[in-house]
C-alpha cells in the first residue's frame, strides 16, 4: 500500500525538542522529494521544508536555525528535528511526497500534532 505515516508529535514546552519521522511505503522513497507541511488552528496550510532526493535541502523562513529536515533511504523514513520551539510552532504537522523537484504534492500522511505550551 502506498502511504505515509506520521509519528512523534506531541506536547513540549517553549524552548523544547521534538523530532518526528514519517514513515513511507509502496514506492521507491529515495526517488522523490519529500517536504513537511503544517496547518495552525484557524490558518491555512505552511510549508515547512524540502529535501530532494539527491540531499539538497530548503527551509521556510520562519523555522530555519530551528529545524532540520533529513532522509534515511534505507529505513523509507522521513525526519524533521525540531529544536527551540515556539508556541506559533503549534500546528498539525504533514509529511508529503511530491510528484516531481518543486512539484506539487501527490501522497499526504494523515499528520501528527505539535503543540508548543507552558
Known amino acids: 500500500e502506498v502511504q505515509l505515516v506520521e509519528s512523534g508529535g506531541g506536547l513540549v514546552q517553549p524552548g523544547g525538542s521534538l523530532r518526528l519521522s514519517c514513515a513511507a511505503s509502496?514506492?521507491?522513497?529515495?526517488?522523490?522529494?519529500m517536504s513537511w507541511v503544517r496547518q495552525a488552528p484557524g490558518k491555512g496550510r505552511e510549508w515547512v521544508s524540502t529535501?530532494?532526493?539527491?540531499?539538497?535541502?530548503s527551509y521556510a523562513d520562519s523555522v530555519k536555525g530551528r529545524f532540520t529536515i533529513s532522509r534515511d533511504n534505507a529505513k523509507n523514513t522521513l525526519y524533521l528535528q525540531m529544536d527551540s520551539l515556539k508556541p506559533e510552532d503549534t500546528a498539525v504537522y504533514r509529511c508529503?511526497?511530491?510528484?516531481?523537484?518543486?512539484?506539487?504534492?501527490?501522497?499526504w500522511g494523515q499528520g501528527t500534532q505539535v503543540t508548543v505550551s507552558s
Open positions: 509502496g514506492f521507491t522513497f529515495s526517488s522523490y522529494a
Open positions: 508529503a511526497k511530491l510528484a516531481v523537484p518543486g512539484g506539487t504534492v501527490d501522497l
Open positions: 529535501i530532494h532526493s539527491a540531499g539538497g535541502r
